[in-house]
């Protein structure tokens, strides 16, 4: 989605409407600044609030992710390029997320190994070698969970047995044995255990 295109249609619906950006942002109980922020294509409007703006405006959803209003005889063919634009931006998301996994795991790791050294040549009482490590730990594994509930959101996993991608439960994947991001779980379409790996689209054409 071109969010400067969808901005300055924002700006001219508005304009049509006679609505200054005061106005518009009392409507929606917001701030003016953030529908400064849409018109200039700095941020989109959150999806909480879009149905509302859309009706101020007297246009569609699909319009206003279009950045036009669309005919009839458009509607599906830009439908299908929105959902695919969708589709791409989240796979770009998913990329990043998974990058993300990988570094928060890493220093995670990091700061478990870096309480155990300072515990071990680090002359301290025991009590506080005991709290360094215990922090360290705790660390840890607060760090772990959110890799691994990236893990469990980020993309899809793909059932070596039937094909079929989806997303799987946190606990599902988090107690799975795994190598790498190939995790053996069941899969919930044909109920087999396999080795399923992570995939970044729910579609095999959109790979």
Not at 68 to 75: A, P
Not at 88 to 97: G, I
Not at 190 to 205: A, E
Request: aromatic residues 8%; hydrophobic residues 45%.
């Amino acid at each position: 989605m071109d969010q400067v295109r969808i901005g300055k249609f924002i700006a001219k619906c508005r304009k049509e409407s006679g609505l200054t950006q005061m106005q518009l942002a009392e409507m929606l109980n917001i701030t003016d600044r953030a529908v400064s922020k849409w018109e200039t294509g700095k941020a989109m409007p959150d999806s909480s609030i879009m149905l509302e703006l859309c009706g101020i405006l007297n246009i569609t959803v699909n319009d206003l992710l279009s950045g036009e209003v669309i005919t009839m005889d458009d509607y599906k063919v830009n439908s299908e390029k929105l959902l695919l634009e969708m589709a791409k931006q989240k796979q770009e998301a998913d990329k990043k997320l998974l990058a993300l996994e990988i570094l928060i795991g890493v220093l995670s790791m990091i700061v478990l190994l870096g309480a155990c050294a300072v515990a071990a040549y680090v002359p301290m009482a025991n009590w506080l070698m005991g709290c360094i490590i215990a922090a360290g730990f705790i660390v840890c594994m607060v760090g772990l969970v959110f890799a691994i509930r990236i893990e469990q959101t980020a993309g899809y996993y793909e059932c070596a047995k039937c094909g079929h991608r989806y997303v799987p439960g946190f606990w599902s994947v988090l107690f799975a044995m795994h190598v790498n991001r190939t995790r053996f779980m069941k899969c919930p379409e044909c109920h087999r255990y396999s080795w399923n790996k992570k995939v970044l689209s729910k579609d095999k054409n959109k790979e």
